[in-house]
């Protein structure tokens, strides 16, 4: 095979061992002679090739031999020279066995002079035994394998210590490696850049040195474990150079020398950013993006973990459930910038109100939950309670917005209200919704009864889902009259739920169940569209044209689609729209009082009437009022009741009359129950009424047949003809 002439390794490094050992390379003085020898060598089981000149014998070298054998009389002056010149120019062949045959045997001249020259030289003395030569040849090629296979070893041994010396210093892991005592001996690049310090500073730090407070024992003890023998991973705080800290993950592994431990090495890695960033990650899923409080998962955890202490200290537990009065109305009348930054400040405030051993979580939209442990007593609970929403209700100002908010709690109490984690958090919600039903800025404690109300609740919302489409919902009618008239001038359309099992149902006890649960909406429409038809058929039976008045709910008013409904009652029904009059509440009308007024403009323009129900009780300023499209207000009835007992009242009352006359404004007082109110309110020139003086609500037979016999002027009762 060709070898390159400036490879590391002999030529023959790659051929296999027996070509190693028994490749001999012949030069004598005839062909003859070279044949004879390399006969004998070939029976010995060398192998063995002849040259016939030294040209040849150069070339042969270059392709690979463990030994040559030379005659004296081939070895010319020119020879030497080039046998010299290969030997020279190719170190690997300079421990080559060159075997020469002479006559001469040492007291060669020629031989004396160049036998150094040419590297490793054996003299042979002719004539040479056969045995003798086989045994010469044989002894220098093993000699040459043995030398081969120490180089060998020192390549590889070479070659094995530079790749360590690259691993170590370009490793992108920083390495060091000390004493048994903790002495720094060495380190690679790496440790420089992730401790800040040099190589030659490293070696005056200690790793108590190096160690934050808190880990220097972990530290040291990893340590320890390695110089016995046992490898150590762990994670540890480092202090750098700059004296920031960073979080490391490391190993100390023995360094085993011939079975014995002469120090440790040491491998280090800076996982400060992906710790961070794993850290984030947890955050983020245990806790509220918005508000940065725990969420639902991270509450539920805690106080698994507190009912847990609890039943070891055999102390209570309390949950706080709570939701954001009119949150709703706060998002979509200022937008969701605003409601983010108030959930942010409600948060800020809760976190003031509890104990450092307390959570505060949000667990969705605007609801809360507060978890207090340790408890001593439930009244340490109420105290806290009490404090959330005197803090909760103080003035927020949130960029050129002043806003005032309240906040509805519930509380369970573990283990009197339940012993789980869901019980605890159901109950406290049931007690949320009765506190809600209290009034805004309340607080109750789950008692078991509200279980049952809750069941009977669930109930009645599934039969209402179910009323309309089995015709269940029916119309009562109440007079509306004028005084000065002695007549009917219009009814009010009042709807009833006739429950197949509880009877007939006021609205006050399951209008408010419909517009939480989305039906608010069928049910107007289909009071409006109902209304209009009796009215429309009472016209068409003979009795007099008065106004028909439906209420008409906040939904309904903030639906795009009511203008639509409005009309397509009147088209289908075929009613005129003056004789059509929808009530708004005061309330409903200021949720939103610019979307009011462009939804009532839209219903004007059909020649529909438009009154304020309920007026005195919204708090609606003169700048509104008079800028809305309507025709009349309606007085509330909390105002007509004591008219005759309450000055304050009775100047309200006199006032609103004056300002509605002043606007051109007609006024209903509704709730008249006796004579002396008829008397006020006639004396102050509101001669239109409504109440259970007049006519209590009625289906609309029974109105045709008091209609029928004249019975539906106000002027037949004596005390008030009188």
Known sequence: MTRNKTSALPPFAGASCELIETRVLVLASSQKDGEMACRVLTNARFHCAVCKDIET?????????????????????????????????QPNWSDMPIMILTYHGANSPVLNQWSHRLGKTTLMERPVRTAALISAVRSSLRGRDRQYQMRKSQLQLQES?????????????????RDLSGKFISGNKAIESITGYSIEELQRETIQSLATSEDVDQVIECFRKAAQGTPKKFRAKAIRKDSSIIEVEAVYVPLIIESEIKGVHGIVRDVTQS??????????????????????????????????????????TGILFMDLNRFKQVNDSLGHDIGDLLLKEISRRLKRCVREMDTV???????????????????????????????VSRPIKLTEHELTITTSIGGSVYPKDGHDVATLLKHADLAMYQAKKMGSGSFRFYDPDMNLRILERLLTESALQHALDKNEFTIHYQPQVSIDLNEIIGVEALVRWMHPEKGLIEPADFIPLAEEIGMIGAIGEWVLRSACTQNRAWQQAGFPSIKMAVNLSSHQLRSSRIEQIVRSALADTGMEARYLELEITETGLMENIELSFQTLLGIRKTGVSISIDDFGTGYSSLSHLKRLPINAIKIDKSFIRDLGHDHNDAAIVGATIA???????????????????????????????????????????????????GLLRPGYRPEIAA
């Open 161 to 177: 210590e530079l790749r360590f010396k690259s691993l170590f210093e370009h490793h992108p892991d920083g390495i060091v490696v």
């Open 659 to 709: 300002m509605a006359q002043h606007m051109d404004l007609r006024v209903i007082a509704e709730g008249v129950t006796d004579v002396d109110q008829v008397r006020f309110l006639s004396n102050h020139h509101c001669s239109d009424m409504q109440g259970f003086l007049f006519s209590h609500p009625m289906p609309a037979h029974e109105l045709e047949e008091l209609w029928r016999r």
């Open 57 to 89: 014998l150069i070339t042969e070298l270059e392709r690979g031999a463990g030994a040559v054998l030379l005659a004296e009389e081939v070895l010319t002056q020119t020879a030497l020279e080039m046998l010299e010149n290969f030997v020279v120019n």
């Open 361 to 391: 979580a949000r667990i969705g939209g605007d609801e809360f939950v507060v978890m207090l442990g340790e408890l001593t007593s439930i009244e340490t609970m109420a105290t806290i309670a009490d404090e959330i929403l005197e803090c």
């Open 275 to 316: 710790s961070n960033y794993e850290r984030r990650i947890q955050h983020l899923a245990t806790h509220d993006v918005l508000t940065d409080l725990p969420n639902r998962h991270l509450l539920i955890d805690r106080m698994h973990q507190a009912l847990e202490h609890s039943r070891r200290t055999n102390k209570q």
